[in-house]
Structures are given as C-alpha cells and as structure tokens.
C-alpha cells in the first residue's frame, strides 16, 4: 500500500521515518503567519491587498529529510 499524508506532527513524522508513509506535505505556518499580518496591516490602511491569494509554499518530507523536520 501506498500512503502519502499531510501535516508534519511527530507521530505522522515517525511513519515517514518507519518507511509507513512514502511522504507528507506540510504547511510552512510561519510563512503563513508573516504573510497574514503583513496583508492584515495593508487592509487596515486601505491599501490595496493585490492578490487574491497568496501561495506560502508547502514542504515534502520524506525519509531522506525528515529529520530536519523533527
């Protein structure tokens, strides 16, 4: 069976690192965080948010990195 995940908690890491899960996707929450409040400070001076969305990127950990997300 085949199995790729999403979020980087330790135990879904640990099944990446078991050879369980091929790999997982993760959010970059601290890019997530840095983008809000710089759109959140735009909006409240009326200024003009651009984009519709903003991409903040997503990490793929896989055996051969996990360890670096740990």
Do not use: C, H
């Not at 997982?24 to 710089?38: H, I, L, R, S």
């Not at 959140?40 to 990490?59: F, N, P, R, W």
Request: hydrophobic share 40%; glycine share 12%; net charge negative.
């Amino acid at each position: 069976m085949v199995g790729i995940g999403f979020d980087k908690s330790d135990m879904v890491l640990s099944l990446v690192k078991n050879g369980q899960l091929i790999a997982v996707m993760a959010q970059n929450p601290d890019v997530m965080g840095y983008e809000g409040v710089k759109a959140a400070e735009k909006a409240m001076k009326g200024e003009d948010l651009g984009e519709e969305y903003i991409d903040t990127g997503v990490s793929i950990i896989t055996k051969d990195n996990v360890e670096q997300y740990r």
